[in-house]
C-alpha cells in the first residue's frame, strides 16, 4: 500500500509530469517570469471555465480577500458579516484593514455560515457578508443573495476549498461557487483542490469597475506604470505557476470526480454507525471535498486521532480553535462572543484523507481503523 498523506500532490504530478515539465522549461527558456501572455491565458481559461466575467491573478488566496475588501471601499471601522468556523485568512485581512469582522454562527450539517445568523447580525455599519464554502461544501447562496440584496451588503465569497463546485439556486439556475458573489477569491495554495506548485490565487467578478480597481490595487495602485492612482499592494501570479495551473485547470473537473468518489466510498463504509456523522450531502451534490470532515458522536476525537496516527494515518483537525477565541481577535471583541455550535463542532471535527489519488485499498484500510476505534 503506498504511504497515506492528507493530499498526495506527487503522484498526481506524475501523471501530467511531461506537459508540466515541458511548460515550465519553456517559461525557463522564455524567462519572462512574471506576466505574459502564460498568465492572461490561464485567467481567461479560468474566467471561462468559472462563468466569471473577469479573474485578477494575484499572490494567494490571502491577498485575494484584502484586495476584494480594499476595492469595494470599507473603511476603519465598517463591518463583515464572517463565520468564526474558518481559517484564519477570511477574517485576519478584514482586522488588517481595520474592518470589524463581525462573526456568526455556521450551519451545524453543512459547516458554513448560518443565514439566520446573518440577518440577526446586521447593523447600520454592515457593509458585507463574506461566506466561505467550508471543506469545498457551498454556503447557502440562494439566502445569503436575497439577505445581501435586501440589505443592500456586498458579497464577498471566500471560494479557496471549493473552486470547481456547481450551485444550484431555488429557481434552478446553476452558476460556479466563486462567480455569485460581487466578488470571489480562491487560493491555488498546493493542497487546495486546484493546486499551483507554490502560492497563488486569483479573484473573480463580472463588475467591470471593480475589475479594473482590483487590477489597479494588485499593481501598487498603477493601471499606467509608474502613476499610482490609489495605495495598492504587490500581489501577481507567477508565469510558472500560471502555466503549471492552466495544465491543471483541464484536469479539474475529474479531480474533481475522483474526490467525490473517495467520499461515496467512506460515505458508504460509516453509513448507519451513530457514534460517526458523514458530511451533508446537499441534493444539488453542492461538495467538491476539499476535505472530507466527519462529527464524532460520543467518542474521544484527539484519542482517534493518536488512534489512527499510531496505524500510519494522518487526520487533521480544522481547525482546533475558531477565529473568535483567536488572541488575535482580542481587541475586536472576539471573547465576548457565544457561538455555541461553532464551539461544538470544533470540539467534534475530524478530516480524513481525501485527495486525487486515493485508491480503495488505501481507504479500506483507513475505515477499518476508524471502524475498530469507534466500534462497528
Ligand atoms: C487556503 C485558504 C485561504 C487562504 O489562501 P492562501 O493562498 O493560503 O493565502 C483563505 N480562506 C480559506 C477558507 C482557505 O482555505
Excluded at 149 to 164: M, T
Aim: charged content about 20%.
Amino acid at each position: 500500500m503506498r504511504p497515506l498523506q492528507m493530499v498526495d500532490t506527487k503522484t498526481q504530478y506524475h501523471k501530467i509530469k511531461a506537459e508540466v515539465d515541458a511548460a515550465v522549461i519553456g517559461v525557463m527558456e522564455s524567462s519572462q517570469f512574471i506576466g505574459g501572455k502564460p498568465v492572461t491565458d490561464f485567467a481567461n481559461n479560468l474566467a471561462a471555465y468559472n462563468g466569471s466575467k473577469h479573474v485578477i491573478p494575484c499572490a494567494n488566496g490571502t491577498d485575494a480577500l484584502q484586495i476584494a475588501m480594499m476595492a469595494l471601499g470599507l473603511q476603519p471601522g465598517d463591518e463583515v458579516i464572517t463565520p468564526s468556523f474558518t481559517y484564519i485568512a477570511t477574517v485576519e485581512v478584514a482586522a488588517l484593514l481595520r474592518i470589524k469582522p463581525v462573526f456568526v454562527e455556521v450551519d451545524k450539517k453543512t459547516f458554513c455560515i448560518d443565514p439566520v445568523a446573518i440577518e440577526k447580525a446586521i447593523t447600520p455599519k454592515t457593509k458585507a457578508i463574506v461566506p466561505v464554502h467550508l471543506y469545498g461544501h457551498a454556503a447557502n447562496m440562494d439566502a445569503i443573495m436575497k439577505i445581501a440584496a435586501k440589505h443592500n451588503l456586498f458579497v464577498i465569497e471566500d471560494n479557496a476549498q471549493a473552486i470547481g463546485n456547481n450551485y444550484t439556486f431555488s429557481d434552478g439556475s446553476v452558476k460556479k461557487t466563486g462567480s455569485i458573489g460581487h466578488i470571489g477569491c480562491t487560493s491555488f495554495y498546493p493542497s487546495k483542490n486546484l493546486g499551483a506548485f507554490g502560492d497563488g490565487g486569483a479573484i473573480f467578478t463580472d463588475d467591470d469597475a471593480l475589475a479594473a480597481k482590483m487590477r489597479m490595487i494588485a499593481s501598487h495602485g498603477q493601471s499606467k506604470r509608474y502613476y499610482h492612482d490609489v495605495v495598492g499592494c504587490n500581489s501577481r501570479l507567477d508565469t510558472m505557476q500560471a502555466v503549471i495551473l492552466d495544465i491543471k485547470l483541464k484536469h479539474l473537473d475529474e479531480y474533481i470526480a475522483a474526490r467525490r468518489k473517495a467520499a461515496d466510498y467512506y460515505d458508504a463504509a460509516f453509513a448507519g454507525n451513530p457514534k460517526i456523522e458523514t458530511p451533508f450531502r446537499a441534493k444539488d451534490n453542492s461538495h467538491v471535498f476539499h476535505q472530507y470532515t466527519l462529527i464524532l458522536h460520543d467518542l474521544n476525537r484527539d484519542a482517534l486521532h493518536q488512534f489512527l496516527a499510531d496505524k500510519g494515518i494522518p487526520s487533521m483537525i480544522y481547525y482546533p480553535v475558531p477565529a473568535h477565541r483567536q488572541k488575535m481577535f482580542d481587541e475586536f471583541g472576539g471573547s465576548d462572543y457565544v457561538l455555541n455550535d461553532t464551539d461544538w463542532l470544533t470540539e467534534r471535527v475530524i478530516s480524513l484523507p481525501i485527495h486525487t489519488e486515493l485508491d480503495e485499498e488505501q481507504q479500506a484500510f483507513i475505515v477499518s481503523a476508524v471502524l475498530e476505534f469507534a466500534g462497528r
